[in-house]
């Protein structure tokens, strides 16, 4: 559910005409719908109404600070994986106390930042970070809070990029080393066990790989306990996937997600957390494009647009698919013909879509990629000395740049020459 909807021939983001923002900003540009931001964190929010609990917004998935501000105003808290993630969500208002700090290698000067600033916990992911942070935080005369993240050994059956709870992963401790590790901790100085971590991976489209892994959780936290460890809280990850098709299954619903959190681990009494990300700010962004030419290939004609892999790597990197749509509606019943659908780059990689079903299109044409707001913006580059693709925040009837399109000029200004050369 989101707030692009075709209105009077025209694609709107909630008040306001795409192609409005289109003039306004120019093309690539990444456009974001407050009013869906705040509805997909209401939906969390609410599937754990009555448990002690806190929506961290997974902000690698996108990380301007307009949004964090929006969504922290809300009540969320943030899940950071980086000294820069932490300090943006910072730089948005969000208090250290609703901040966790997710990753497999934090360093000690972004466990110093963080520390320092103010934090609710750290996710330790092995042994050797655990004394890395134990060592930071007794130098600062601290104490961190922690939970330890356990890898269940579960198969998200998702995308291989983006499993993270196998045995074969890099994350988290093996659960069946787990109450080693945890003792391990408590005899730790300057640190306070207050919980386990578990996230199994990323666009997950069924809720069983999450239920095995919370039932590994609960059984865990009942073993932790009985070694006499105060487990409190169990932050359970994001992952929740989205739909990237209209003709798809539908993905669990928050509601459903929340439902089945209850049932494995409500009986605990812990304050739970979760992180989701991709949920919150997948279906809630879209990337405007002009196509700059129509040509004609053997057998296919190529869509070529403005923007390109550097501006949304997901097809290119995962084998994505994005929806792409006209900003003006298609007439009812007009004949689709196949585009092979591509960006500039001097790469074939930088194709977004194959034979891929359109309405008939010309240069000049306005098109949108949906569900381009999650690990969209995020992970732009400037491959091929193409500008950083530019983000706008859309509420009600207004619209403002939240990232201005850097200039030319601040480009290449940002390289030096050495004085001898
Ligand atoms: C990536 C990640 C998330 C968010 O995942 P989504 O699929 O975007 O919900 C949450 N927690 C951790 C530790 C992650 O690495």
């Known amino acids: 559910m989101d707030h692009f909807l075709y209105r009077d021939g025209q694609l709107w983001a909630e008040d306001v005409a795409l192609a409005e923002i289109a003039r306004a900003v120019g093309t690539p540009a990444y456009v974001y719908s407050a009013a869906t931001l705040l509805r997909h964190f209401d939906l969390f929010d609410q599937a754990l109404a009555g448990i002690d609990h806190l929506v961290c917004f997974a902000m690698k998935s996108l990380s301007n600070i307009a949004v964090l501000k929006l969504l922290g105003d809300a009540g969320a808290g943030m899940d950071v994986v980086s000294g820069g993630e932490y300090l943006r969500a910072r730089a948005a208002g969000v208090p250290g106390a609703r901040i966790v700090f997710s990753g497999v290698g934090k360093t000690r000067a972004e466990m110093h930042t963080a520390l320092s600033g103010g934090i609710r916990q750290f996710n330790v992911e092995s042994e050797p970070e655990m004394e890395a942070l134990s060592e930071v935080a007794v130098a600062l005369g601290v104490t961190a809070p922690i939970t330890i993240r356990v890898n269940p050994d579960v198969d998200a059956q998702t995308h291989a990029k983006i499993a993270t709870g196998k045995s074969e992963n ?5 659960i069946s080393r787990a109450r080693a590790v945890f003792a391990m901790a408590a005899a730790l100085p300057g640190l306070r066990v207050v919980g386990i971590d578990v996230h199994i991976g990323s666009q997950l489209t069924t809720l ?5 892994a919370y039932a590994k959780v609960a059984e865990l936290t009942a073993q932790l306990r009985a070694d006499g460890h105060a487990i409190t809280r169990l932050d359970l990850g994001g992952g929740l996937g989205i739909p990237y098709t209209r003709s798809n299954e539908a993905p669990p619903l928050p509601a459903e997600y929340g439902a089945m959190i209850r049932q494995t681990l409500g009986h605990l009494g812990c304050e739970i957390e979760i992180e989701p990300g991709r949920l919150i700010a997948g279906n809630a ?7 700059i030419y129509v040509k004609s290939g053997e057998g296919r004609d190529f869509l070529i647009l403005d923007a390109a892999m550097n501006d949304l790597i997901r097809p290119a990197m995962y084998d994505a698919h994005h929806d792409i749509v006209p900003l003006v509606e298609p007439v009812a019943g007009v004949e689709q013909r196949p585009y092979d659908i591509v960006g500039p780059i ?4 930088d194709t977004f879509a194959r034979a891929r079903p359109m309405p008939p299109l010309a240069a000049g044409d306005l098109v949108a990629f949906r569900s381009a ?12 000395s193409r500008l950083l693709v530019p983000e706008v925040l859309v509420s009600g009837d207004q619209f403002a740049v939240i990232r201005a399109r850097p200039t030319y000029d601040e480009m290449i200004s940002r390289d030096s020459i050495p004085a001898w050369l």
Do not use: Q, R
């Not at 069983?208 to 095995?212: D, E, K």
């Not at 962004?285 to 196509?291: A, I, R």
């Not at 707001?373 to 091929?384: H, T």
């Open 346 to 349: 001097c790469e074939t990689g």
């Open 285 to 291: 962004g879209l990337l405007l494009s002009e196509v």
């Open 170 to 174: 890099k994350f988290g401790i093996p």
């Open 373 to 384: 707001g999650a690990y969209g913006a995020v992970m732009a580059s400037e491959y091929n």
């Open 208 to 212: 069983a790989p999450f239920a095995a």
